[in-house]
């Protein structure tokens, strides 16, 4: 929970990043690994309180704020071309990533980055590549889940 953010503001923390970690700390009932951290969880912990504490612990807090919306809805938030970079790790099915995608793409400035993981789980590499084949971008994928498109 939250290693992924930690990780992208870690890394371009020299650049004093603001990250918007959109999510609904609901879990995904589909999904092994959420429904594995829910059961884990302790009595009146909440995916989003092990996020959190995860933040706080690698002292990120001041460069990450949390957006409890679906994807859909936070996109609503920001202006058009206002955004840099965008890492989508949200729903896997082909309908959910290609809305995703959809909805973040007139966000973006010119020359930036959609970036996402699980490249290869679910239905993620098929709404990827096919919506890069029909704006005339490039897939890029880094490793065995990491993908972007340039």
């Known amino acids: 929970m939250g290693r992924s953010t930690v990780g ?3 890394a371009c923390v ?8 959109v999510d609904t ?9 959420h429904a594995k951290a829910i059961a884990q969880l302790a009595p009146g912990e909440t995916l989003f309180n092990k996020f ?11 460069y990450i704020f949390p957006v409890k919306r679906r994807s859909q809805q936070a996109a609503l938030m ?8 965008c890492f989508i790790d949200g729903d896997h099915s082909f309908e959910a990533v290609t809305h995703d995608l959809n909805a973040f ?14 490249y290869y789980w679910g239905e993620v590499h098929l ?10 971008f490039q897939t890029k994928t880094v490793g065995d889940s990491w993908w972007f498109i340039v």
Not at 25 to 33: I, Q, Y
Not at 53 to 61: G, L
Not at 78 to 85: A, G
Not at 127 to 136: C, E, R, S
């Open 52 to 62: 959190y504490d995860n933040v706080q612990r690698a002292a990120c807090e001041d």
């Open 14 to 21: 020299a650049l004093a990043p603001v990250v918007y970690a």
């Open 8 to 10: 992208l503001v870690q």
């Open 105 to 118: 793409l007139p966000l973006m400035r010119p020359n930036r980055m959609l970036a996402g993981h699980d």
């Open 25 to 33: 700390w609901e879990g995904t009932p589909n999904e092994p690994d």
């Open 78 to 85: 920001f202006e058009q071309r206002s955004l840099d970079f």
């Open 127 to 136: 709404a990827v590549t096919k919506f890069a084949k029909q704006h005339n």
